[in-house]
């Protein structure tokens, strides 16, 4: 088994069994989700030339841990379903994400993948 | 320090140095990420009274983890900062996700907390 070892200074972690609420929730990250809505979401070879920039943009140093997802398909209204990818990058501080966002691999995955996406939404919070 | 020990099944951890991106990407995992748009976003009262619902929300015991968090406003134009407050469920699996929806605590946090807010966007994602 591997140890959150990285995240032990953030709180990044959480304990077994039956914990308090408090202590299984993730503390003092930052929270970086952008949701992308491709061009041609259908379109094999976008995807994958997508998805490779996705797993190149996740190896930025700054990134503690990091989600890609596709959407999971709800008939419920509150529910947006729409988008094409998720992707969420954990940062130890507001500090590292606009590090971030001028690092050289955050540079070239927008300059290698910004023709496949139409649209972008991005959420930033803190606890 | 603590161990991510609940997390072992299900690939929600990382591992220190220089690991490479897709040992410390989160894998395996439902994320059920909500964003409130409260009525009364400086109210302090519907705030306190918020912050309490999410705190009980997220004793539901099939949440692995959660992330409570307001926004961080940004300049940038495909950053949306507007919501008030940002929550994240994850989930082992999609079926655990469905059992929440119906959960006695969720359906009490609804009851409780749904006055206070005039629009909600959930977005929920797989890898």
């Given at each position: 088994m591997k140890i959150a070892a990285g995240m032990a200074a953030t709180g990044f972690m959480t304990v077994s069994g039956q914990a308090k609420a408090s202590e299984t929730a993730i503390k003092n990250v930052f929270v970086h989700h952008v949701f992308f809505w491709l061009k041609?979401?259908?379109?094999t070879e976008a995807r994958t030339q997508f998805e490779k920039g996705l797993q190149g943009l996740i190896?930025?140093?700054?990134?503690?841990t990091s989600h890609i997802g596709t959407p999971v398909e709800?008939?419920?209204?509150?529910?947006?379903?729409?988008?094409?990818y998720s992707y969420i990058a954990f940062f130890g501080s507001k500090e590292d994400q606009v590090i971030y966002q001028t690092h050289p691999i955050h540079l070239k995955f927008i300059e290698d993948?910004?023709?496949?996406?139409?649209k972008v939404i991005v959420y930033d919070a803190m606890d």
């Open positions: 041609e979401p259908n379109n190896t930025v140093p700054l990134i503690q709800s008939p419920r209204e509150v529910v947006d379903d729409s988008f094409t993948c910004q023709h496949l996406w139409e």
